[in-house]
């Protein structure tokens, strides 16, 4: 059974940092593309980040480019979201999400972890 | 990126039909066949009901379906379920940069 279980979310003042985990079992992690998406409370789905199967290759919307880097460690099946210089908007519930084999869309998400961000 | 744009609500009695717009640009919904639907409940993550316009994973049940006309993507929802109300979120590749740009989301209303 595939699982994504994140965790590292918390409560963290404005130009804070944070770093997200998501442990992925029942699959064979380093072959997926792996995503962040996030969600800030009672609004929509937001893509936040993209790492490719090596880890080679990284992507992020603009909205988080230069303060938020994606990684990833195949060798312990974990993905990972560094947030830095944390703003108020940026306070959402984060889900890594597994890019199916098409690599059009998202066919597994974690449940999700918050990020509070208060002074 | 602007993001794709749905109806904030729909709603329909158990057993009918009802459909949920997404509409884009020809740089992500029509310019791909690569528009996925989630289902989310409140406090749970997203499911993924349909991707690539219109293909339905397995275990989803066929009253979902999915079409793709121009910049404008539908969910189609037949024989609705009390357990169908729920957020519908639209997604669509906008091509560079693994980039996905998602709609705001739709409210369905089980009546």
């Known amino acids: 059974e595939v699982q994504l279980v994140e965790s590292g979310g918390g409560l963290v003042q404005p130009g804070g940092s944070l770093r997200l985990s998501c442990a992925a079992s029942g699959f064979t992690f380093s072959s997926f593309v792996m995503h962040w998406v996030r969600q800030a409370p009672g609004k929509g789905l937001e893509y936040v980040s993209a790492?490719?199967?090596?880890?080679?290759?990284?992507y992020y919307a603009n909205s988080v480019k230069g303060r938020f880097t994606i990684s990833r460690d195949n060798s312990k099946n974990t993905l990972f979201l560094q947030m830095d210089s944390l703003r108020a908007e940026d306070m959402a519930v984060y889900y890594c999400?597994?890019?199916?084999?098409?690599?059009?869309?998202?066919?597994?998400w974690g449940q999700g972890t918050l990020i509070t961000v208060s002074s | 990126q602007s993001a794709l744009s749905q109806p904030r609500s729909v709603s329909g009695s158990p057993g009918q039909s009802v459909t949920i717009s997404c509409t884009g640009t020809s740089s992500d919904v029509g310019g791909y066949n690569y528009v996925s639907w989630y289902q989310q409940h409140p406090g749970k993550a997203p499911k993924l009901m349909v991707y690539?316009?219109?293909k339905r994973p397995s275990g989803v049940p066929d009253r979902f379906s999915g079409s793709k006309s121009g910049n404008t993507a539908s969910l189609t929802i037949s024989g609705l379920q009390a357990e169908d109300e729920a957020d519908y979120y639209c997604c669509s590749y906008a091509g560079s940069y693994s980039l996905r740009v998602f709609g705001g989301g739709t409210k369905l209303t089980v009546l």
């Open positions: 690539d316009v219109s």
């Open positions: 999400a597994r890019v199916g084999n098409g690599g059009t869309y998202y066919d597994y």
């Open positions: 790492i490719s199967s090596n880890g080679g290759s990284t």
